[in-house]
């Protein structure tokens, strides 16, 4: 009975040691490029790092430095201003799996078309826009052969229409994802509950919003705590398209952050607003979160 544990302990560890070794070359990309970039800093946010001058320790000397600059305010207010993108996006996402969730002839070729910006660089799918948007770009150029404008108007130029049209972007980008959430759910809803409903008397519209919505709940849930962390966290957009203009109208945290670190080689400072940025992504995450409990958005309620 000894020697019967014995083997069995023995092929566990073995086992044990398999599964470590396949997940090694993850760990060590993970540990060198997530875990020590986050804990270094987390030391470098309060210090004044300077690559070639003298270091300094400056404490909370950074984070008092954000709250009195002015572009960093604006920086924030703007990466606020994106997450007004969350619902947006989360509406049009559920009507499109509603539509995909139909049996229709080509519905499998529609789902994939809007896939295919998912699977595509925001790099990619940035510099497609760019173009578009262009004063020479297709819409432009239309509108005025149209004759409904004389000038080209200056999508990604104004700082009235620079930050809609990066919203647009990350919209159209981002659509498909989540209605492929969506529709995951909507095929997990039991078919017997919209089949009952409709015995009953229930017209679409009132299966669509007293079934089908309700039991959506935790989807919905989810792809919003991933939207808003998304929103946050925008960057590519904003450096292949705007440069955070014009005139900051575009600059968002991350960007700022960027800036800071590899343009101005303040690297300390922008180490304390990437601790800013954690710290806002996380409020709005537990606001999301909270809502989401209250408004019964778990399987068991």
Known sequence: MVQKAGKMS??????????????APALVILILFTIIPIIGSLVLMFFDYSVLG????????NFIQAF?????IISMKNSIIFVVIVPVIQILSILLALLVNQ??????????????????SMVAVSIMWGFIFDTHGIINTMLSDWGWIKQPLGFLNSKYAAMPCLMFITVWQG????????????????Q???EAAQIDGANILQTIFKIKIPLL???????SLNSV?????????????TKGGPNNATTVINYYSYTKAFGDFQFGYAAAIGAIQGILTTMLSIIVFVYGKRGGMTNNE
């Open 10 to 23: 023995r092929r566990k560890m073995r086992e044990g040691l398999k599964a470590y070794a396949f997940m």
């Open 229 to 241: 962390i998304s929103a946050i966290g925008v960057f590519d957009v904003v450096f292949v398209l």
């Open 175 to 190: 659509l498909g994802y989540y209605m492929m959430m969506y529709l995951a759910g909507l095929q997990g809803i039991p």
């Open 68 to 72: 009195h600059d002015r572009e960093f």
């Open 103 to 120: 049996k229709l002839p080509g519905i499998n070729v529609f789902r994939t078309l809007f896939y295919i910006p998912v699977v595509t």
């Open 217 to 223: 709940k935790p989807y919905v849930w989810l792809c």
């Open 54 to 61: 003298q270091t300094k320790f400056v404490g909370f000397g």
């Open 192 to 194: 017997e509950l919209t």
